[in-house]
Structures are given as structure tokens and as C-alpha cells.
DNA sequence: AACGCTTACAACCGCAGAAAC
DNA sequence: CGTTTCTGCGGTTGTAAGCGT
């Protein structure tokens, strides 16, 4: 909301702060829809508007761009979220792009302040299956099959394992010898700040990992079903964990359905009883400019109103329009971008989902929609961390047996 | 109704890396 | 090759709204 009233911004050279007016939106979106994303600093100049660049790009990849998906998280976005941070800590951008329309703002809000409130009450982060999972797979990790230079894969088509990723939160313990040039250094316990359930797990002895035993099953059956409908636990494989992604652009678009090439075997596998899990493609085609903004006026032509500073002055429409640039439609609509303040509590929903009796208060708040979502984000990794990525999170089971776990 | 607390969210900031010059 | 600009990310903050008392 306004931080500082909505006024001119002293000491930015004229530039406004605070809340987006409606005509402010407009604006923006018009000179995406001509130009494109990107060169954000570009738009105050072509435009007028008193906005950085900065804050340009936000407004846009926060609420304006199309198939941002607004309200609250499904209990399957939620248990994402869980899985994700609890495997890659706070990299928001990074868990954003598996939450199709979901933006990193938003999840980094809901991490914070679900975090904020865990905190306070003395619980534990994760649900016990979450960190089981996470346990799980950390172990596993610990690759049996690696080679001589760590790498899991003697072929070296495929990146390393992010075992020897300084981002890796699960990576090996310093007692192990990691390869040169690895971060080694980042196994520090300020690194560890950011993955509370690493830390959570940090002399947590769960497997019998010198011996390689298969360790406890703790996945579902099903989640078998997600490699290929083998239907076995998953133990054997080391699901790559994700390689530090590259720099994301920001203007990439997802341009088909199709997963594009070379995903193979890892796409075969993703074509189990993983539907439920919102994906990303995992081609992204960077565009040099927009599709046409096909703007529809919600009902009521209420534009959202962005904090208290909101002005109610231009709300002229933006007209159906073919694209000047690609001949393509996209649908663009104001609706949804502010949604209710408050969720509506439905812990049975979550409950059922984590097998966790109600008012065990893992989800404070969720909301009901369940519905998938219009599209994907634009908001995306490069297509090794996709598909690493989408292996890895193909691999944990959807169902979670059910147990008691009063927080 | 008023007040205080909590939550959700928008938006800003600083930093770092990539790209452009 | 150094500098500047642009872009993206993660952290933080301010505020409106919901809720309980």
C-alpha cells in the first residue's frame, strides 16, 4: 500500500511513489502493449508517467501483466510453496515460477507472515511429512552414484547435481569433500538462516546412508504413479535438484503447450498423475514485444483501487485490439487484481491435504480455489532448472499419509 | 462504536549480475 | 576492458482491512 502517501517522491527527481493510480496502470500497460516488456526505464520517457523504471516493472509483473493468478493459494499451491522453500529456501523468484500466475511478491508475503505467525507460536516450520520428504530426498542426495568428480551423471549432458551447488541448501556436509571450485564455504550457518528446515534437520540422522539401505518409505505409494505409473517407492533415483537457475529474463513467454525439446525421458515421467501440480512449460521464448492486450472492463467497470491514494480519474478502456506486432490476441483484464483483503479459513481442505487434524493451524488462512489456472506465469527459470526442477517435484508424492500432527 | 492487534498486501530499497556502450 | 545502464531478486516497511474485545 502507499508508503509515503502517494505523493512526489523528493528525492527521486520528480518520481511518484507510492500507490498506482488506474490512469498510472493505464499507461503502463498501453506502452507494453506497443512496446513490450523490458526497457522499463523507457516508459517514463515515452510516456510521461512519473514512475522508474523500477517500479514499472514491479506494477507490471505484480498486477498488470495477463494470467496473473490473484486469491488466495490452493492447498496444492500451498503445499508447493512448502516443499519448495523447504528445498531452495527463499528464493521466491525461483518457487514463484512452479506457481503458475503466482508472483514472488505474493509468495514471499504469504512465506512471511505464515512464518511471522509460526514463529511467534514456537511451531515448527514444515509438517513433519514435508520434512520427511525433504529428509528424504536430501539423502538421497547424497549421491551413491556420483562419480569421482561429484557429478551424478557419467555423461555430463546433465548439469551437476546440485549437491555441490552453494545454493543447494541440501547439499553435502563440509566433513565431505566436494569438488574444486565449489562453494564449500557456503555450508555455513548463516547460509543455513535461509532453510530452516535444514536446520531443522542439521544432526537429524534419518537414514542408514552409509550402507546405502533404502531408507524408510515415507512417500505414498502413489507417488510411483508419477514416474510412469511404476507404482514403487521412490528411492533409486537421485532426482536432480535444481541448478542455480541463470538470471531470469523478464520477458519471456510461454508460447506453447508443448514442452519442447529434449525434455524426453524427464517429460515422460512428468506425464504421470502429476497433473495436479500447475507447471510451467519448460520452453520460454523470449519476445521482443507484447501480444495485444485485449482488455476487458470487469463488470461494473470498477477498476481496482490500489490503496487509499488511488485516484478515480481516467477509466477509459482499452479496445480489443489485433497486435501490431505478432497478429496474436491476449486477453487482459483488471478483474481480480485486488482480491478479498481477508481469506475465508478452510483448514479442512489443507488439513486433508497434510492428513493434519483440523486446528492444527498449518494454514492459517487458504482459500478454496482450487481452480488451475489461466495460464502460465511469465515468470520463468531456464529450461535445465524446469526440467530438474519438474522431475524432482514429479517425484514427491501428492497424497501424504495421513497422521496426527497437532502443531 | 472504539480501540488495538493481526494479517495481507503493495511497494520501496539495496544489491548483484547481465547487458550495453 | 572499464563504465554505465538495465534488470531481477530478496528483504523490508507501511498501511488498509479484518477481527476480537
Request: aromatic share 8%; glycine share 12%.
Amino acid at each position: 500500500m502507499a508508503r509515503s502517501g502517494g505523493g512526489v517522491d523528493g528525492g527521486g527527481g520528480g518520481l511518484k511513489k507510492g500507490p498506482w493510480t488506474q490512469a498510472e496502470d493505464k499507461l503502463l500497460v498501453d506502452h507494453v502493449r506497443r512496446h513490450g516488456e523490458g526497457n522499463w526505464n523507457a516508459v517514463r520517457r515515452e510516456t510521461g508517467l512519473q514512475r522508474c523504471g523500477k517500479s514499472c516493472r514491479l506494477r507490471w509483473a505484480n498486477h498488470l501483466r495477463p494470467n496473473l493468478r490473484k486469491g488466495p493459494f490452493s492447498p496444492e499451491e500451498e503445499r508447493q510453496i512448502l516443499r519448495l522453500h523447504g528445498l531452495i529456501g527463499n528464493k521466491w523468484a525461483r518457487i514463484s515460477s512452479y506457481l503458475p500466475g503466482r508472483t514472488d511478491n505474493e509468495i514471499k508475503n504469504y512465506w512471511n507472515t505464515r512464518l511471522k505467525r509460526r514463529q511467534r507460536a514456537g511451531l515448527p516450520l514444515y509438517p513433519p511429512d514435508i520434512e520427511r520428504e525433504i529428509a528424504l530426498l536430501r539423502a538421497q542426495n547424497i549421491n551413491p552414484f556420483a562419480d569421482a568428480d561429484g557429478n551424478g551423471n557419467a555423461n555430463g549432458s546433465l548439469p551437476p547435481p546440485l549437491l555441490y551447488d552453494a545454493s543447494n541448501p541440501f547439499a553435502r556436509p563440509p566433513t565431505v569433500p566436494s569438488p574444486s571450485g565449489s562453494a564449500t564455504a557456503s555450508h555455513s550457518p548463516l547460509i543455513n538462516q535461509n532453510y530452516p528446515l535444514l536446520n531443522q534437520m542439521q544432526g537429524m540422522q534419518v537414514f542408514h546412508l552409509a550402507s546405502q539401505q533404502s531408507p524408510q518409505p515415507v512417500f505414498h505409494q502413489d507417488s510411483g504413479a508419477a514416474l510412469g505409473g511404476h507404482g514403487s517407492f521412490v528411492y533409486s533415483g537421485l532426482p536432480p535438484l535444481p541448478t542455480r537457475p541463470q538470471e531470469l529474463p523478464s520477458n519471456q513467454f510461454d508460447t506453447s503447450s508443448s514442452g519442447g525439446g529434449g525434455a524426453g525421458l524427464l517429460e515422460s515421467l512428468l506425464l504421470g498423475d502429476d497433473h495436479l501440480l500447475p507447471r510451467h512449460n519448460t520452453t520460454m521464448v523470449k519476445v521482443s514485444s507484447m501480444p495485444a492486450l485485449t482488455y476487458r472492463e470487469p463488470a461494473g467497470s470498477r477498476l481496482p483501487v490500489h490503496g487509499a491514494g488511488s485516484d478515480s480519474d481516467d477509466t477509459s478502456h482499452y479496445l480489443p485490439g489485433e497486435d501490431m506486432h505478432h497478429g496474436a490476441k491476449w486477453n487482459f483484464t483488471f478483474e481480480d487484481v485486488k482480491p478479498a483483503k481477508r481469506r475465508t479459513p478452510s483448514e479442512a481442505g489443507i488439513s486433508d491435504m497434510f492428513g493434519i487434524a483440523p486446528g492444527s493451524e498449518w494454514f492459517s488462512t487458504c482459500g478454496g480455489s482450487t481452480a488451475p489456472s489461466p495460464g502460465p506465469s511469465s515468470a520463468v527459470t531456464d529450461d535445465e532448472f524446469n526440467l530438474d526442477m519438474q522431475q524432482f517435484m514429479s517425484l514427491l508424492p501428492l497424497s501424504i499419509d495421513g497422521h496426527s500432527w497437532n502443531a
